[in-house]
């Protein structure tokens, strides 16, 4: 299995809803992130988790809250959001760390995206 | 901090034509590089990952190439297809913190190619 699934593919959310984005891969990677792109835009990195922990949060705003709950699921619950959070939101894995010079598959892997829509 | 740029932003040629796209970085300590696809609203699709200690990687029609010293990398699309329209992103990988072999990727704003038969 060489695929990052996300779910769901398109949401729809009120300003005053709790809802959750689900990401979940079978490679082996122990690093899975979170992307926020917006039309047009590069993908934003928002939060890296390696083995389970958060490595980092790029100052993302309260109403975003990851949990890694095992290696192959990656979680990003939204409580409050804005309009302006619309956007696609993109999850990735890789294997956490690299060797220079290996000929090893050190690259990204992309979920497909969900469409989030606030309303 | 390291900055990715593509050149052009956007290109539209006629269907056969070969194309390169151009990317560019600041900073030449990075891992790897990385070149994706991009569909309107969907994910990135990998296309070609390049080492820091290679030259070039090649995938059917594509090749791809990095000079990690001048801080280059070209995509090389030969005879192009209406099916290759797409948003193609550069990234580059490098390490997350200073000191640490975590690594983070740093995006270009991309190429947006349009084949028409």
């Known amino acids: 299995d060489t695929e990052v699934t996300q779910t769901p593919k398109h949401l729809v959310m009120g300003m005053t809803n709790k809802k959750s984005l689900k990401c979940e891969q079978h490679?082996?990677?122990?690093?899975m992130y979170w992307y926020k792109q917006k039309a047009k835009k590069p993908p934003e990195l928002m939060f890296v988790?390696?083995?389970?922990?958060?490595?980092i949060n790029e100052s993302v705003p309260s109403r975003f809250s990851p949990e890694c709950p095992n290696s192959s699921l990656l979680n990003l619950h939204l409580h409050a959001l804005q309009p302006e959070d619309s956007a696609l939101y993109l999850c990735?894995?890789?294997?956490?760390?690299?060797?220079?010079?290996?000929?090893?598959?050190?690259?990204?892997?992309f979920g497909s995206g969900t469409r989030l829509t606030v309303v | 901090k390291q900055e990715v740029t593509q050149i052009p932003a956007a290109l539209s040629v006629p269907e056969g034509e070969n194309l390169v796209l151009n990317c560019s970085f600041t900073?030449?300590?990075?891992?790897?590089l990385q070149w994706f696809r991009q569909d309107p609203g969907k994910g990135l699709t990998s296309l070609l990952l390049?080492?820091?200690?290679?030259r070039e990687q090649t995938s059917g029609r594509l090749n791809a190439s990095l000079d990690k010293s001048s801080g280059r990398s070209t995509l090389y699309i030969a005879a192009s297809q209406p099916g290759d329209s797409a948003t193609y992103l550069c990234?580059?990988?490098?390490?997350?913190?200073?000191?640490?072999?975590?690594?983070?990727?740093?995006f270009g704003r991309g190429t947006q190619l349009t084949v028409w038969p």
């Open positions: 900073d030449s300590a990075i891992y790897n």
């Open positions: 990735a894995s890789s294997h956490p760390r690299v060797k220079q010079g290996a000929q090893s598959n050190y690259g990204y892997t």
């Open positions: 490679m082996g990677h122990r690093a």
């Open positions: 988790y390696s083995y389970e922990k958060l490595s």
């Open positions: 390049i080492q820091s200690s290679q």
């Open positions: 990234a580059v990988r490098r390490e997350l913190k200073r000191g640490s072999t975590l690594g983070r990727l740093y």
